[in-house]
């Protein structure tokens, strides 16, 4: 299955070309997107999804569904990149070791369970 | 424009039933209303049902026409999806047709089956609530979400888990003498703080159960009671949908709902109220954390004041504002597609007197009702009123 926009999305950020969108009034959002989502302009420009975000909030998730049944127990985070904020499970540490305000950058990873690509919020 | 009653409720009990299907529980919740409302069957115009995960949980869609004939009614019958608010906004559209003269007479509620699924499959049938692309693919579970907002709670305003504890504590003591209740067992705070976690901050005990059950109403408008002399003293004098964007990260905060804000503000504005007014409120408490949200949503607290409020026994059955006198969803158990009704349906009981719970609540005259979707990307509020 392809998922228009998502799929280009993540391709990017595995390439180091993260990417976010930006209307003129400085909201950021994820596509796919006909329209911002906090405001309704159509004039949505591709802007660089900043290197570095921090961590805002978090869980350390006991319980997954199916589909994380081999990543239990796995962190998932909310953190912030500027205009935009990003939600991911976090690698490179333990979930035990996750605090807010932690620094993070964007990543693709595998899902150890689906084998499908997963947006990884990788401890800097 | 006219008034709606609620001229009967009916509940089934609230909890385990792996020898019953969906079916067999919204028919009993729809006979127990119909006898109650004493309305004669053919005056029933319409049926507004509420499920949200019927498809997955019994491979059942097109529910609602099912539903009608285990109500024994011939009549349009139309299913409402908006996850764990779907029975709240069946019986908002429900009002709205009674409201505009199209209806006399509407049957509204809903059922959900839970617990004939797997605790995995369960957790994935929930987390459907969320954006698919950003939040499930990420690893978000319903517990998860509500774990991400009680953190960022606890960074922007302060609280512990301490805090949260004693609402669990708080409705597990309500739900006691309720019959249709799933839990009737009283907890600790210390049980709450010690039990295993399932998506820190939220332990197994700030959480909802998996349940099974159904939820009906027997809406009517002033004209129809009158003529039929019917004994229905509560009415619906408000009613109000807010919405927000669907993923957690793309709201401006992340333990703010103004979804409720949104639908309070409209709720009372179309009942001539204020939150002042409010003597009771029964509101979506999935996580202990949600019943904290709620009330500030509902402007009964500022935001950050809420989370010490069952802590300091205000929200408790004796304090000044009861909350969840049912036991919440917390401890009466959360059958998503059923909640928004059993929530009407409790504060109805609770206003004419009836509930085991009444009398805590004596000279209340203003019941409000708080049922959520998802993380609150949609919220139904309603403003119930008795005749004294
Ligand atoms: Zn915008």
């Not at chain 2, 639908?263 to 204020?274: K, L, M, P, T």
Request: charged share 25%; aromatic share 6%.
């Amino acid at each position: 299955m392809t998922d228009a926009g998502y799929d280009e999305w993540l391709d990017a950020v595995d390439d180091g070309e993260g990417f976010y969108l930006a209307c003129p009034e400085g909201h950021g959002s994820l596509p796919p997107r006909r329209v911002c989502p906090h405001c309704g302009s159509a004039d949505l420009d591709h802007a660089d999804l900043p290197t570095a975000g921090t961590v805002e909030t978090f869980t350390i998730c006991y319980v997954g569904g199916p589909d994380f049944a081999d990543e239990e127990p796995y962190a998932t985070a909310i953190a912030d990149f500027g205009d935009v904020r990003l939600t991911g499970v976090v690698r490179g540490v333990d979930p035990e070791e996750v605090t807010v305000g932690m620094p993070v950058e964007a990543a693709v990873g595998t899902n150890r369970t689906t084998g499908d690509d997963l947006l990884i919020l990788r401890a800097r | 424009m006219t008034g709606v009653r609620v001229a009967g409720v009916g509940l089934t009990h609230f909890g385990r039933h792996p020898e019953r299907t969906g079916r067999d529980l919204f028919g009993e919740a729809a006979l127990a209303a119909r006898e109650e409302s004493g309305v004669d069957p053919e005056d029933i115009e319409s049926i507004n049902y509420g499920n949200f995960m019927g498809s997955l949980a019994e491979r059942q869609g097109h529910q609602a026409p099912l539903m009608a004939e285990m109500a024994g009614l011939q009549c349009p019958a139309t299913r409402y999806e908006e996850a764990c608010a779907s029975a709240g906004v069946a019986i908002r559209e429900a009002v709205r047709a009674v409201r505009s003269g199209e209806a006399d007479v509407m049957l509204a509620g809903g059922c959900e089956r839970m617990t004939n699924l797997s605790t995995a499959d369960v957790t994935e049938g929930l987390a459907t609530a969320a954006d698919e692309l950003y939040e499930i693919r990420a690893g978000m579970t319903f517990p998860g979400a509500y774990a991400l907002m009680a953190r960022a709670y606890f960074e922007s305003f302060g609280g512990e888990r301490e805090d949260l504890a004693h609402v669990a504590v708080k409705n597990h003591d309500n739900a006691l003498p309720n019959e249709y209740a799933q839990f009737h067992r009283a907890i600790t705070v210390d049980e709450v703080l010690d039990a295993p976690m399932v998506s820190d901050p939220v332990g197994l005990l700030d959480a909802c159960p998996v349940t099974d059950g159904a939820s009906a109403l027997v809406l009517v408008s002033d004209e129809y009671a009158e003529a039929n002399g019917l004994d229905a003293p509560v009415s619906i004098t408000g009613s109000g949908q807010g919405g927000d964007n669907l993923a957690l990260h793309d709201r401006e905060h992340l333990a703010v709902t103004p979804a409720t804000e949104r639908a309070a503000a409209e709720a009372y504005d179309d009942a001539g109220c204020a939150a002042d007014d409010v003597d009771l409120v029964e509101v979506h408490d999935c996580f202990t954390i949600a019943e904290v949200l709620a009330i500030e949503g509902l402007g009964f607290y500022d935001h950050g004041e809420g989370i010490g409020a069952a802590r300091r026994g205000e929200t408790t059955a004796t304090g000044d504002l009861p909350v969840n006198l049912s036991g919440g969803l917390k401890a009466k158990g959360h059958p998503v597609g059923a909640t928004g009704g059993s929530q009407i349906a409790e504060m109805t009981r609770l206003l004419r007197g009836d509930h085991p719970n009444s009398d805590h609540v004596e000279d209340a005259t203003v019941g409000v009702t708080h049922n959520a979707g998802g993380t609150v990307a949609s919220a139904v509020v309603h403003v119930l009123e008795v005749d004294r």
